[in-house]
């Protein structure tokens, strides 16, 4: 590992060159699945290489969040080419969903917010001035305050999908059980029960920080695949394959995706949906169900609302 | 084998954190001051291959037992400087729990620190990096309003990213910050 000589300086130099080649390629629009597999196999063949891109992106992250943060103050350039839109917000809704909207009143001189929630078993698909697309979840609300210099939507409760328009000057944040979001160009879903927030992130990055003062280090990057769960005390973050990142997000058309999960979490996942709850007997509790699902089944089907041990039996039979 | 999206969060966490300290302490050791950014990332390197095995307890012995090794296996190849002068890890008093710093404080210092920076970055180079950063302009469009190649953005962009990283981990004090 250790070199030594001029070529050391060359060395550690074209590597940091490297890195940051790749990171500046990855900011561009043309940066495609194929071109992240080579960013990861370059990664995989050296800690030398983890070690100069890891760092340069940290550190190259920072500047970022600063920059948005503040601009205007540290601007030498000209900016007239940029557009301000107005948030003069509107939505596209499934005729079927009743969208509760308040509108709030003026905020400051430059915001304004608007709520949308779904009720249990509705979803909805918002379209917000910028571009952005938030998908709703069942049981799910959130408020929307677009200001000049920054987009900010807080997740109530439940789960929504997100697909961020990136302005770099107007940052989007997503604030959800004590924690913040942000955007770095990005689709990434959020789901919250209780003080448990997931984040699953699909394309781009996003940057995951919390206020709570029992973490101590408190920001974290995510990559594509990566789900990160945050709780007051702790974040972790998890690689999630593919296949599996697009059960997680079945939900978008209406499905519940099982593989091999407990009758005790899919009757969980069931009632989020349904009015009607399910109850499992503690001594089936442990069988698996594996599947995908129409998550109002328990609405349409009539095989699915008797007993619980019939839920089993159903569940069995999917399973072999 | 730790899966790497654990080993990377403990990279930024806890080690990167303790870069300007690791850095004070390779410039007061080894005399060749200029090669202290090959030896941080030879030392990077080794610590992310340990913690691929295994995440240590404590980051802050781990990583300057790992940069004392490396320093001496360097000593003892080139035979230029004697063994004595690299300051002995023991001595350095890794073990006295020193207070962590104020976050907030930090937070706040490192806007003022990022701004002086971006001010020490070379003309061009900090012209670009403003643009690209600040403005959110793709480089294509930059290289187009500066009448410059996208190489030439490029190189600007990838050497100002370059120093603005080392002067936030503190790897260079701003005064020093090079150009």
């Given amino acids: 590992m250790t070199r030594v000589g001029e070529n050391e300086t060359n060395a550690a130099g074209s590597i940091g060159d490297q890195a940051?080649?790749?990171?500046?390629?990855?900011?561009?629009?043309?940066?495609?699945?194929?071109?992240?597999?080579?960013?990861?196999?370059?990664?995989?063949?050296?800690?030398?290489?983890?070690?100069?891109?890891?760092?340069?992106?940290?550190?190259?992250?920072?500047?970022?969040?600063?920059?948005?943060?503040?601009?205007?103050?540290?601007?030498?350039?000209?900016?007239?080419?940029?557009?301000?839109?107005?948030?003069?917000?509107?939505?596209?809704?499934?005729?079927?969903?009743?969208?509760?909207?308040?509108?709030?009143?003026?905020?400051?001189?430059?915001?304004?917010?608007?709520?949308?929630?779904?009720?249990?078993?509705?979803?909805?698909?918002?379209?917000?001035?910028?571009?952005?697309?938030?998908?709703?979840?069942?049981?799910?609300?959130?408020?929307?305050?677009?200001?000049?210099?920054?987009?900010?939507?807080?997740?109530k409760r439940g789960e929504a999908f997100f697909d961020v328009q990136h302005d770099a000057a107007r940052p989007f944040s997503v604030l959800a059980a004590g924690h913040r979001i942000t955007d770095l160009g990005t689709k990434f879903a959020v789901r919250t029960s209780n003080d448990r927030l997931e984040v699953t992130l699909v394309e781009g990055r996003a940057r995951l920080e919390t206020a709570s003062p029992l973490v101590q280090h408190h920001a974290t990057d995510l990559v594509p695949g990566e789900v990160a769960v945050a709780t007051p005390s702790t974040i972790a973050v998890t690689k999630q394959p593919i296949p599996s990142l697009a059960n997680t997000l079945a939900w978008r058309q209406g499905q519940l995706v099982f593989n091999h999960t407990t009758l005790a979490e899919a009757t969980v996942e069931f009632n989020r949906y349904n009015q009607t709850k399910l109850v499992v007997a503690p001594a089936i509790a442990d069988l698996t169900v594996s599947g995908v699902f129409d998550a109002a089944a328990l609405t349409h089907s009539p095989t699915w609302q008797g007993s619980p041990l019939s839920f089993a039996w159903k569940s069995k039979d999917m399973t072999y | 084998m730790v899966p790497a999206p654990a080993v990377k969060l403990w990279f930024v966490r806890e080690v990167l954190p303790l870069e300007a300290a690791l850095m004070r302490y390779l410039r007061s050791s080894y005399r060749n001051a200029g090669e202290a950014a090959d030896l941080r990332q030879d030392i990077y390197a080794e610590v992310i291959a340990s913690a691929q095995e295994q995440i240590p307890n404590t980051a802050k012995p781990f990583v300057f037992a790992i940069a004392h090794h490396i320093m001496v296996d360097r000593v003892r190849r080139e035979r230029v400087v004697p063994m004595d002068t690299i300051a002995d890890v023991e001595k350095l008093g890794l073990a006295s729990?020193?207070?962590?710093?104020?976050?907030?404080?930090?937070?706040?210092?490192?806007?003022?620190?990022?701004?002086?920076?971006?001010?020490q970055l070379p003309p061009r180079c900090r012209e670009i990096v403003v643009m690209a950063r600040i403005e959110g302009l793709p480089g294509r469009e930059i290289a187009t309003r500066l009448n410059l190649t996208d190489a030439t953005v490029?190189?600007?962009?990838?050497?100002?990213?370059?120093?603005?990283?080392?002067?936030?981990?503190?790897?260079?004090?701003?005064?020093?910050?090079?150009?």
């Fill in chain 2, 97 to 119: 729990e020193s207070p962590p710093p104020d976050r907030i404080v930090i937070a706040r210092d490192e806007l003022r620190h990022l701004r002086a920076a971006i001010e």
């Fill in chain 2, 154 to 179: 490029s190189y600007h962009l990838k050497k100002g990213m370059q120093l603005l990283v080392d002067v936030l981990y503190g790897s260079v004090p701003l005064s020093e910050a090079p150009e």
């Fill in chain 1, 20 to 155: 940051a080649e790749w990171l500046l390629r990855r900011e561009t629009p043309e940066w495609l699945e194929r071109d992240q597999a080579a960013l990861e196999a370059w990664l995989n063949e050296s800690p030398q290489h983890l070690a100069a891109y890891w760092r340069l992106e940290a550190g190259w992250g920072r500047t970022e969040r600063l920059a948005a943060l503040k601009p205007g103050r540290m601007q030498r350039v000209q900016t007239a080419s940029r557009k301000m839109s107005w948030p003069g917000l509107r939505f596209v809704a499934a005729a079927s969903v009743v969208i509760a909207v308040a509108l709030g009143g003026w905020y400051g001189w430059s915001t304004r917010e608007v709520e949308y929630a779904t009720t249990i078993g509705q979803r909805a698909k918002i379209l917000l001035a910028d571009g952005s697309r938030i998908q709703l979840n069942t049981n799910s609300a959130i408020s929307v305050n677009f200001g000049i210099w920054k987009r900010t939507v807080s997740l």
